[in-house]
């Protein structure tokens, strides 16, 4: 038996707002307001989830922020205000390849190759993901510098 599950994205524009970009550090720069509501349908018609999320796109940077503040207060709120509820959105992938870097630093130059792909990425991302590559590539140098030392003293006799 199939069901039929639709989702069903609706966007209402909300305020121009003035904030302090996490993404960009730019200050005081206007972003537009989006209210994104998705719903979750069996069968066309039966609507069992609804997820609502507000974002914020930087005029700068062109980054979307997700906002935790109510959506109905954007426009009141000072830019310090604005700021403390307005998050970089961090990519899934971004967040992999940090994790990976770490986990597989173990493995000479694969983890180092990994760390390097993971800082790359992650460079211009403040928070836990630039933080985990950097402790991705330095540990996957130190052992892949340790298994280059080992394979050269065993070789020579």
Sequence with gaps: ?????????TKIPG???TIDCPACKAKSVNGE????V????????????KLRNT???CHECNKQL?????????GELSVDD?????????????KFLALASVLLCWVPFVGLLLGCISLAVNWRITGWTKKLSYIGIGASAVLTAAFMIILSLAGVK
């Design 38 to 49: 998705d719903q979750l349908e069996l069968f066309y018609l039966l609507p069992f989830m």
């Design 1 to 9: 038996m199939d069901v039929l599950i639709n989702t069903r994205i």
């Design 55 to 57: 974002f914020v796109t």
């Design 33 to 36: 307001s989006v209210r994104q």
């Design 82 to 94: 604005l700021s403390q509820h307005l998050v970089h959105h961090v990519s899934i992938i971004n």
């Design 66 to 74: 997700i906002c935790t503040a109510p959506f109905d207060e954007l």
């Design 15 to 17: 305020p121009t707002v």
